[in-house]
């Protein structure tokens, strides 16, 4: 389904927030949703992009915006130009954010066609917390880390 590019700014139920980079909205109790945004702030410490956890409501509102159901979190989210990109789009946008070599592997990646990299990516959503489990608390960003996350 084709979406207009910051059609949420005319949302009234979606707060203003700065979208100038590319917004990656995880699972902040998932123990792998948490540990790629690690791994993602280790390589890219120019901060070319930012995040946020499904947690709050600014990335809520976004999901409700989207149709997306917050609750049941079956996709991550990278918000874009204005676009929402999720499941197997989604790995490839967060990669596209990335330096060198890992943006090239998110160009690189669209030879995989979108229905089996959605089965995979969705196959690895669905057992994602009983194989890396679950936090009790939400991942928070560290003082350094802090200009990275929007928390609302």
């Not at 499904?54 to 997306?68: F, G, R």
């Not at 159901?69 to 874009?80: N, R, Y």
């Not at 330096?99 to 196959?123: T, V």
Request: proline residues 8%.
């Amino acid at each position: 389904m084709p979406f207009t590019a910051y059609s949420y700014r005319d949302d009234p139920a979606v707060p203003g927030f700065d979208d100038s980079r590319p917004l990656i909205i995880f699972d902040g109790l998932c123990v792998l949703c948490s540990g790629g945004v690690q791994w993602m702030l280790d390589r890219d410490p120019a901060g070319q992009s930012q995040f946020a956890i499904i947690q709050d409501p600014l990335p809520k509102a976004l999901y409700a915006h989207y149709n997306l159901d917050a609750e049941a979190f079956d996709t991550f989210m990278v918000l874009s130009k204005g676009l929402p990109y999720t499941r197997w789009a989604g790995v490839l946008a967060a990669a596209q954010t990335l330096p060198q070599p890992w943006r090239g592997l998110g160009f690189a990646g669209r030879i995989i066609p979108d229905a089996i990299g959605d089965r995979i990516y969705d196959w690895v959503q669905r057992n994602r917390l009983r194989w890396f489990g679950s936090r009790d608390t939400c991942r928070r960003p560290s003082v350094a880390e802090k200009l990275r996350f929007l928390v609302t």
